[in-house]
């Protein structure tokens, strides 16, 4: 039976206001299930079309480039067409510029336009930088990290509105954010290593400045991260500031500079799981570091990048847990480690101490910015009060202000977790932008609601199929303040694009009305009344799953990691009985890592604690 469900003047509202960001209609009922006759039918009586601001070609395209970068998983045709668009705005970007700069001189002289003709037929490499001046290179860093407008049209849409959803760069001393200036005075320095908050715009800043490094000095640059994933992102930013700033079309993986005829430069961008990662070398930037499993050994590879001393090695992250290897490195432990005590060096890694960057004993330049730091210091992108709010103080502390966790009493350590960490990329039967992603493989859902005023998270995992297989956390939704109807629409639209043989669901409080709508088309449906014994078993079912190193999600998936880590062991009010909990405020309470748990219960515990297979419950 179909579900009902009539709209509010909110609803409308919302959907407005989707359709000004730059969503289409199918966009739009994707996004909120509500059918696109009923939207149709809202644009015509609304008049939508009419209160969307008048708008260049330019501004337009720029709009739905903003709602490609900021939509969640990307299928391949959202790929092709961002970089489509992102073409067509550098290329017109580049033509209305070399258009007013002719009204500025007048009509050019007769043969003028041709030779410039000449000249663009004249270029047979690709990647080709050789017409690119220091000085175009100056008016790029304007562009990009001032708000200057292409060609001076302040009808334009800057490289920064473009990037950041339409938010003009509040000025800072000297027009960049200081805290940016302060990585780029000290990029002399061979290693770099930066604690900063979450989304101040550091894989913004360190692609512009490893692509202008690049053109000017013929220097390798080199991107490592968890997982490809995370390394096209200084990809995307690259060929995105190269196109819009300097007029220059950057193709391939890796990016090959050319000069003339001659090569120049290369850009690489690897996952940590690349065998191939130590035959290159460059100027290292390695991102998300405290996220990265088995950082020791990967280090090894990583420095031996850049072992050359010509080349600097730059890391920069949010912290995890004091128990990760990186914090070693962080801490100056590693440094001490086996030096005679008379030797061994003192490491304040305090914020007093680090918050305008300081050369440490072991050559290392340290720098910590919190979120507090990027405000002060310009970056105006954030409501701090409104994200105290939404967070638990420690999230809070984690996130944004560079603390990091206690893991010792978590139920799942950090090491144990980052065991489970893979790039996705090695998921070659799963094709996200398919009608059917994974064909008719069983696929397990848990669901856990929202509570007033936090989120909802559905996770999608692959069941295996032999005890010996693996579990895969294939991808996750995460909504916010949705109505019961939202949640159980989404739900069903997850069981018609997969073979779900499996749904489990916290049917405790808000719970509960979710899981009576979902009965509706899904009777199968297990509801988990919430105690201290069924937490423990859902724990106790999560933390064998992974000892036995039978899951495997996202390595670049931190928002699952963290929801893991804030699962701690503690006592029931009374004092009787032990269960797991996490800190509950607007906005957090690990329902990420209790969904993924919820999925798992297809596969129980038997008598003895050990696993049921898999198999005979499919058969």
Request: hydrophobic share 35%; glycine share 8%; aromatic share 10%.
């Amino acid at each position: 039976m179909a579900l009902k469900r009539k709209y509010s003047e909110q609803d409308r509202f919302d959907a407005k206001m989707l359709f000004r960001r730059g969503f289409t209609l199918p966009e739009i009922q994707a996004e909120t299930r509500i059918p696109e006759r009923t939207l149709f039918r809202w644009r015509e009586e609304g008049k939508w079309d009419g209160e969307i601001p008048a708008t260049t070609v330019e501004e337009q395209i720029a709009r739905r480039v903003c709602f490609l970068l900021d939509k969640p998983d990307k299928g391949d045709g959202d790929r092709a067409e961002l970089g489509m668009l992102i073409g067509q705005l550098g290329d017109l970007s580049v033509k209305l510029a070399q258009a007013r700069k002719l009204d500025r001189q007048g009509t050019p002289q007769e043969g003028d336009g041709d030779k410039h003709q000449r000249n663009s037929k004249g270029k047979k490499m690709k990647n080709d930088i050789s017409a690119i001046t220091p000085e175009m290179l100056d008016r790029a860093r304007d562009l990009i990290f001032r708000g200057v407008k292409p060609g001076g049209d302040d009808r334009e849409p800057s490289i920064f509105e473009i990037v950041s959803g339409g938010r003009e760069p509040k000025q800072a001393p000297g027009g960049v954010w200081e805290y940016l200036a302060t990585w780029y005075a000290n990029k002399h320095q061979r290693n770099r290593f930066i604690l900063k908050s979450r989304q101040i715009g550091a894989t913004y800043y360190f692609a512009w400045e490893a692509l202008e490094d690049a053109i000017r000095t013929g220097d390798n640059q080199i991107f490592l991260s968890a997982s490809r994933d995370q390394a096209d992102v200084f990809r995307a930013y690259i060929v995105m500031f190269a196109k819009l700033c300097l007029g220059l079309e950057l193709t391939g993986s890796p990016i090959l500079l050319n000069k003339g005829d001659k090569p120049w430069a290369e850009l690489r961008f690897v996952s940590t799981n690349a065998s191939t990662a130590q035959s290159y070398h460059g100027h290292l930037y390695l991102d998300e570091v405290f996220w990265i499993r088995d950082f020791k050994k990967m280090w090894k590879v990583a420095s031996g990048m850049a072992a050359h001393k010509k080349w600097r090695r730059t890391l920069f992250s949010t912290p995890s847990a004091m128990s990760h290897e990186a914090y070693a490195k962080w801490s100056g432990e590693d440094f001490n480690r086996g030096r005679a005590p008379r030797y061994q060096q003192v490491f304040d890694i305090s914020w007093e101490a680090l918050n305008k960057g300081v050369l440490g004993p072991d050559k290392i330049w340290r720098h910590i910015v919190t979120v507090e730091d990027a405000e002060r210091q310009g970056c105006d992108l954030f409501d701090i009060e409104e994200l105290r709010t939404e967070y638990s103080r420690d999230d809070f502390d984690n996130l944004f202000m560079c603390k990091f966790i206690d893991d010792a009493q978590s139920a799942f350590p950090l090491d144990l977790l980052l065991r489970c960490t893979v790039d996705p990329a090695s998921w070659k039967h799963y094709r996200a932008d398919k009608p059917r992603p994974l064909g008719n493989h069983p696929l397990s859902l848990g669901y856990d609601p929202a509570s007033t005023g936090d989120s909802a998270s559905l996770a999608y995992c692959e069941v295996p199929l032999r005890p010996i297989d693996k579990w895969r956390v294939l991808k996750r939704d995460r909504w916010v303040k949705q109505s019961l109807d939202f949640q159980a629409n989404r739900i069903k639209d997850a069981t018609l694009r997969f073979n779900v043989v499996f749904l489990g669901i916290d049917a405790t409080g808000m719970g509960w009305g979710v899981s009576e709508l979902v009965k509706a088309f899904y009777p199968m449906m297990t509801p988990f009344a919430y105690s201290p014994q069924v937490k423990t078993e859902l724990v106790m079912k999560g933390v064998m799953t992974m000892e036995s190193g039978r899951l495997e999600f996202d390595a670049g998936d931190r928002e699952l990691l963290q929801a893991f880590l804030s699962i701690r062991k503690t006592m029931t009010g009374g004092g009787g009985q032990s269960t797991y909990q996490a800190p509950r405020k607007d906005g957090q309470h690990a329902d990420a890592a209790w969904s993924v748990l919820h999925a798992l219960q297809f596969e129980k515990l038997d008598a003895s604690g050990a696993n049921e297979a898999t198999v005979s419950r499919l058969n």
